[in-house]
């Protein structure tokens, strides 16, 4: 049982608080005129009856509560997107622009219907993907649509400044960024890493020009270009706008083309069109994979078409995928379930290739016979054109058999590079020797190895020469020109008299008018 007295100073300490608040209630009391009369005026007698405290009636009728219309237009729905496309629209935030270029260009596409519905349709497969970075980023909706402008969303897409995949890196930028290129894959196609690398750079031009118009328009012009424009027109007192701005027709209409695709998924019905249906879901998983493994395997265990595989897997260059250099690949929801379950009772071979760092400097016959396999398929494989050998520490796509059976180490499968040079032909030459000559003063009167001109020879190295006899070199000469080769430079040489012709036959028209003008 508790003490009395510790029940008792509980008690007080609970009501403590109240005691408090009541004592600070009456020594600040209100008066007539809504003021205060402090403790200390009231303490030295100042106070007199007539100043007791009176209870405050507001004069006059009380004003009607009113409502008012919010400024900010950012409250979110309660309700999930339909599909993507409405999310897509809820996560607009870009500043428009109201200009004769943007509705020009919603007019170029509203026209297209069959172009923007399989632009739109090929888009399916990537866009919960990009949707699903912005928002985690916070970035605006409005770059989910920059894949239309750059590549239609073809990742396979090429352009003639060798700018590649959904995003259009150019090399040396895709580098910058981590997007590896070499002779196995190209990262610049790669879905997850392109996106990645596009989201980060448009980040850090947002952050160096500090207006969206302004990071899509060094996005496309280069960052350079824009900031040399921007001090133009500073040193001239003129805007830095976007709009401001004097760049390529290219640039000016980029802005233009993004917010004019995005009025349209804005309003498809305005513009007489229909956006197909893609649902609020992801299109594919990542599948971690830990071998080489064989795409057409892939394709098989999973129930997928290479084709599609490949839709996914734009950067997989050839018929394998190497584990060191692209661990993740990627396949429709449904299916890559299906190529987990169907991978762990598989029994056999996963690869049936792999890659050989060629030694020396050799032909693809060469290379061919030293891995096995004929050199039209070495050729094929890894497109080597006629008349070229492969130079030193180049990496090959070879089948694997024997020594070659083994998956690619990492440092083969990020930095494989193909190296080639014009194949040399001997030319066999005979020669006579000197009086007084051996086989290694020929050889070195020749410029050529004495160890070769007596292979060359059956002979010795040092083996006596005399005078006036017969050797056997075999000396670098041109390359074969072949067959269309040797056609082209008849005609070319059949065509010389014809010219010589034709200057023949203006000459006398060039003097005739000379001499026409003499006096």
Known sequence: MIPYWRARISHWCWHLPLLLALLLAGCATPTPD?????AGSAATGNADASSAPRPFI??????????????????????????????????????????????????????????????????????FHIVEEIERRELPMELALLPFIESAFNPQAVSSARAAGMWQFMPATGQSFDLKQNIFRDDRRDVL???????????????????????????????????RAITRNQKQGLGTAYTDLTMPLETRMYVPKLLAVKNIV?????????????????????????????????????GVDERDFRALNPSIKLPVVMAAGTPNILLPWDNAALFERRLKDHTGPLASWTAWVVPSTMTAAEAARRVGTTESELRALNNIPPRMQVRAGSSLLVPRNGAHDR??????????????QPEVV??????????????????????LDAVAVAGWNAMAV???????????????????????????AGSQKAKAPAKKTRATAKAPSRKTRSASKRP
Do not use: C
């Open 34 to 38: 809504g003021k205060t009369a402090s």
């Open 266 to 302: 804005a309003r498809p019905e305005s513009f007489g069109l229909r956006l197909p249906d893609i649902g609020n879901h992801p299109f594919f998983d990542t599948i971690t994979i830990e071998r080489d493994i064989d795409v057409a395997l892939i394709a098989r265990l999973s």
């Open 462 to 488: 040092n083996a006596p020469l005399k005078a006036g006899q017969q050797i056997t070199l075999m000396r670098p000469g041109k390359a074969s020109s072949g067959p269309k080769a040797s056609a082209r």
């Open 426 to 447: 001997m030319r066999r030459q005979v020669v006579r020797a000197r009086k007084g000559e051996n086989l290694v003063r020929l050889a070195r009167r020749y410029g």
């Open 58 to 127: 507001p004069q006059g009728p009380l004003s009607q509560v009113g409502t008012a219309q919010l400024s900010s237009q950012t409250v979110a729905p309660l309700s999930a997107p339909a599909d993507i496309w409405d999310r897509i629209r809820r996560g607009f935030s870009m500043r428009d622009l109201d200009t004769d270029l943007v509705r020009d260009r919603e007019q170029w596409y509203a026209s297209r219907p069959d172009y923007i519905q399989r632009m739109t349709e090929r888009s399916a497969r990537y866009l």
């Open 193 to 227: 890493a392109s996106t990645r690398a596009a989201l980060d750079y448009l980040e850090q031009l947002h952050a160096r020009f500090g207006d969206w118009h302004l990071a899509l328009a060094a996005y496309n012009w280069g960052q350079g270009n824009v900031g």
């Open 407 to 420: 998956d690619v180490p990492e440092h083969v499968a990020d930095n494989g590079q193909l190296s080639l």
